[in-house]
Nanobody, 124 residues
Framework: QVTLVESGGGLVQAGGSLRLSCAAS????????MGWFRQAPGKEREFVSA???????IYADSVKGRFTISRDNAKNTVYLQMNSLKPEDTAVYLC??????????????????WGQGTQVTVSS
C-alpha cells in the first residue's frame, strides 16, 4: 500500500505562483512515475504533468511554460511549481503514482495510487 499526501494549495491572485508538494510513503518501491492531475467541480479529472524516476517529463498543453514538475527520489516527493496562474487553473490538484515510464503517464489508468488532493483557487 502507498499513501500520498499533497500540500501547498491555497488562494492566489491571477498571475501569482504556488508550489505543490506530494510525499509518498509505504511500499513505494523504486522506479515509478509520479503525476499531477486536477479536477474542477463538474468536470472530469484532467492530466497536468508527470515525471519518471529518471526525470523524464511531460506536460499538458494548457500548462506548458507555466508549470514545472520535479522530484526528489530520496524523499519520495514530487513538486509542482505553478507560475502565471490563471482562474481556469482553479481545481483540486491530486498526485498519483504508477508504473515507471511516460507511455501511460497522461492517463488516469496509468496510476495505481492517488492522494486526497489539495485545493488551488485562483482569483481574477
Amino acid at each position: 500500500q502507498v499513501t500520498l499526501v499533497e500540500s501547498g494549495g491555497g488562494l492566489v491572485q491571477a498571475g501569482g505562483s504556488l508550489r505543490l508538494s506530494c510525499a509518498a510513503s509505504g511500499r513505494t518501491g523504486t522506479l515509478y512515475t509520479m503525476g499531477w492531475f486536477r479536477q474542477a467541480p463538474g468536470k472530469e479529472r484532467e492530466f497536468v504533468s508527470a515525471i519518471t524516476w529518471s526525470g523524464g517529463r511531460i506536460y499538458a498543453d494548457s500548462v506548458k511554460g507555466r508549470f514545472t514538475i520535479s522530484r526528489d527520489n530520496a524523499k519520495n516527493t514530487v513538486y509542482l511549481q505553478m507560475n502565471s496562474l490563471k482562474p481556469e487553473d482553479t481545481a483540486v490538484y491530486l498526485c498519483a503514482t504508477g508504473r515507471d515510464g511516460l507511455v501511460y503517464a497522461s492517463s488516469v489508468y496509468g496510476y495505481s495510487y492517488w492522494g486526497q488532493g489539495t485545493q488551488v483557487t485562483v482569483s481574477s
